[in-house]
């Protein structure tokens, strides 16, 4: 391996050296539509979307980060919850068949695969789970003795939700990612207050409502584990109803 | 149709405050439109795509202490500490606040350091050299070779949350947001943005007393439309990200600004970064396996075993870079400019050209000044202060 | 609407013991009424019993045990998981109880139909 310790000027890419051809059957706004395009060997299906995009600027979908971390590109792929940038071609297209692209279930649908998400995102700030958390890696921090920190992991995607079959029958239902939410306030060192956030999810329409489909853990992308979460919540709030029956 | 503001001339006797369209949704859309709200000035920002849907979204991520910059140029080095200082405040809470790291394990690394040291102090920049035993002690995935490292305040933000926390504010004292909606016709000087609504299907004319076109490398063709120039390079890069957490701060080669010798760590993530190349289309960047390899072979030196973690995504977007005369690619300044285009007959259109994320804040100072001027409109700036709201309190995005 | 022929094994769970449940509800309402047939009689009773031991019937009620058995051991699944306990293990014990009610309904259905 070359020591890599001098300035490394690259050269302008030499182009795509080998591309493979992609076939996107696009639920839009009732109706079916079909997108044929070139990627690079490895794209994921988001830069095969975004090649459909530039023939077309009126297909609606969302996309920021390109790499997991903001959450807009969610839907269902061949039928299953992913992050669009994180789901390769070649999985999806597995055997030359056209990769069927459908917008995420239960949030009111804006249009083709836009919905709208933002009940998730107010829902989690309404429990009071911080932005910041205790990073997962305590190294040392030398400056304030205080443990590192990082992004919560959640990323408000909403795919958890999505894939609930709970939300699907229930539409009071709190849904996994407000719950999970919930369940990481009540263990974080720096949310506020953890009791209230247990009483506000241990509703008839909270905890209670899930039944273990695991669904949420299964589908998340940002190593969450609501289910686990949620039960260990519930689990939490039937413990202290059991203390608090006993005085 | 329209909201045309009247002015008396005189602030104070304005019967009511200038609409002002802002286009782009990005880092620097966000934050003018914070700014200009902040001001009293009514906003409405549009986009073709969703929030942070262009260059920002793919941004690496590093809030910049400035020490990158400190020897090569010192200007935007003070620059970034100052907003570095700000956004602290304003962002606190909201931030990866771990800070950096600068590490060297070859001899040219240490003959550099003296110059680095030098060159942060000179820009105020708080930079402290640390011994490789307390840098492995605080960054154990680091290079066993590493000779020393010297820590510097800096940071990781999360891009699209970034924009996100400056338009929930900027919402939450009135402005407008509307995302897929395309321009296809600008007529500044008539108050006149063509628009085509993607969510409908329609096309709409919208009024504004003054447009601010904030389209990264885009800028040169909104401008275009209404017939005005701009002239900016597109100069497109790969990041890449793998999947696992390798540090905790930042980490970056001790060596003059080149490429793939920056880590970032964000959430259970770390991205490597990054390269340049000038383009001709933002839209459809081809990305290179070539950059790809040569960014992981230099992570590789800095943090061993960091290959193994699994390529998690990869991403390619364009830089908007001023065109200074003789100067390309690394060396074009990073700097900003906001141009008014009246004085080449195109009244009505300020462009923001250049920047960077980390000074979004400030280029939103600059060219809100330059908006209230070319009104009359007498405002303070009170975004250096003013706390952002959570970005989870952005609505209809 | 909860019953969709997608996701992984947890969807697939959720829905099963759904729909052992229903049909284990359903069943006891049918029981409750067949068992009216006392009132008939002896001879008509016995005539009853003889349908009810026809091959047919028996192979039924093999799967209506399994049914029970599923929803049984899934149940004990779920009480443990409801009180956040053996959350880890979530996975294994599901599998367990289709093997074990699977296991079940083909002992109790052999011994059934050729005891």
Request: charged residues 20%.
């Amino acid at each position: 391996m070359p020591d890599a310790g001098h300035a490394l000027a690259l050269a302008a890419p030499r182009g795509l050296a080998v591309s493979r051809p992609v076939q996107l059957h696009i639920r839009r706004t009732g109706r079916w539509a079909d997108y044929r395009v070139e990627v690079r060997e490895g794209a994921s299906v988001l830069e095969a979307l975004e090649e459909a995009w530039r023939l077309d600027h009126s297909l609606l979908f969302r996309h920021s980060c390109h790499h997991g971390s903001c959450g807009t590109c969610g839907m269902r792929i061949n039928g299953r919850e992913a992050l669009a940038c994180l789901t390769p071609v070649a999985q999806a297209a597995r055997g030359g068949r056209p990769v069927r692209l459908e917008p995420l279930r239960n949030f009111p649908l804006l249009g083709d695969l836009l919905v709208e998400t933002q009940q998730v995102a107010a829902g989690i700030e309404a429990v009071g789970l911080p932005i910041v958390r205790d990073a997962d890696r305590p190294d040392g921090h030398p400056a304030e003795g205080s443990p590192p920190e990082q992004y919560e992991n959640c990323i408000e995607c909403g795919l958890c939700v999505s894939a609930c079959p709970v939300v699907g029958s229930d539409r009071q239902f709190t849904g996994p990612a407000v719950l999970a939410a919930g369940g990481r306030v009540a263990e974080e060192r720096r949310a506020p207050d953890g009791l209230a956030a247990m009483t506000q999810v241990s509703g008839e329409h909270g905890v209670w409502r899930c039944h273990g489909a695991f669904e949420c853990s299964e589908v998340c992308p940002a190593e969450v584990d609501p289910a686990a979460l949620i039960l260990g919540l519930r689990g939490g709030v039937f413990r202290r109803s059991m203390a608090g029956g006993r005085k | 149709m329209g909201a045309r503001g009247r002015l008396d001339g005189m602030n104070g006797r304005v019967k009511s405050a200038p609409y002002v369209i802002v286009i782009g949704a990005g880092s620097t859309g966000a934050a003018i439109a914070h700014d200009l709200t902040q001001r009293g000035i009514r906003v409405e920002v549009i986009d073709r795509g969703g929030v942070a849907s262009g260059t920002t979204g793919h941004n690496q991520g590093q809030l910049h202490s400035g020490a990158r910059y400190a020897a090569s140029d010192p200007e935007s080095a003070r620059e970034c500490m100052a907003e570095n200082r700000i956004l602290r405040k304003i962002m606190s809470g909201g931030l990866e606040w771990n800070g950096g790291l600068f590490v060297g394990w070859t001899e040219e690394h240490m003959a550099y350091l003296r110059t680095f040291l030098d060159a942060c102090g000179t820009c105020g920049i708080p930079a402290r050299e640390i011994s490789s035993t307390e840098t492995l002690r605080l960054e154990p995935r680091l290079n066993a070779r590493i000779l020393a490292a010297v820590e510097v305040p800096d940071a990781v933000f999360d891009p699209y949350r970034f924009c996100l926390s400056f338009l929930a504010t900027a919402q939450q004292a009135g402005a407008l947001l509307r995302t897929f909606t395309e321009v296809v016709d600008l007529d500044p000087s008539q108050g006149r943005v063509t628009v085509e609504c993607h969510r409908t299907g329609k096309r709409e004319n919208l009024g504004a007393d003054l447009v601010v076109n904030a389209t990264g490398p885009w800028t040169g063709r909104v401008a275009a439309l209404a017939g005005a120039r701009v002239d900016v390079e597109a100069s497109a890069g790969v990041c890449v990200t793998v999947g696992e957490r390798v540090s905790n701060r930042v980490l970056n080669v001790l060596a003059p600004p080149a490429d793939g010798d920056i880590i970032v760590p964000l959430r259970r993530t770390s991205i490597l970064g990054t390269t340049s190349w000038p383009v001709a289309d933002p839209d459809g960047i081809p990305v290179p396996d070539d950059h790809i390899e040569e960014i992981l072979d230099m992570a590789e030196s800095m943090v061993p075993g960091v290959r193994a973690s699994g390529l998690r995504g990869v991403m390619a977007s364009a830089r908007p870079l001023l065109v200074l005369p003789g100067a390309g690619g690394r060396a074009a300044s990073r700097k900003f400019s906001c141009i008014d285009h009246a004085p080449e007959g195109v009244d009505g259109l300020i462009s923001i050209v250049g920047g960077k994320t980390t000074t979004a804040r400030a280029m939103a100072e600059k060219a809100a000044d330059l908006v209230c001027a070319r009104f009359g409109w007498t405002a303070e700036c009170r975004t250096q202060d003013m706390p952002l709201l959570s970005p989870r309190l952005g609505v209809s995005l | 609407m909860w019953f969709r022929a997608e996701g992984s094994v947890g969807r697939w769970g959720f829905m099963l013991h759904r729909l052992t449940g229903l049909a284990l509800s359903l069943y006891l309402g049918v029981h409750l009424v067949l068992l009216n047939q006392l009132r008939a009689g002896p001879g008509a009773w016995d005539a009853f019993v003889r349908l009810m031991r026809s091959p047919l019937i028996l192979a039924l009620d093999a799967l209506l045990l399994g049914a029970a058995a599923f929803h049984g051991f899934n149940g004990l699944r779920l009480t443990l998981l409801g009180l956040g306990w053996a959350v880890r293990w979530q996975k294994v014990m599901l599998w367990a109880s289709v093997v074990l009610a699977a296991a079940c309904t083909v002992w109790v259905g052999a011994r059934m139909i050729c005891g």
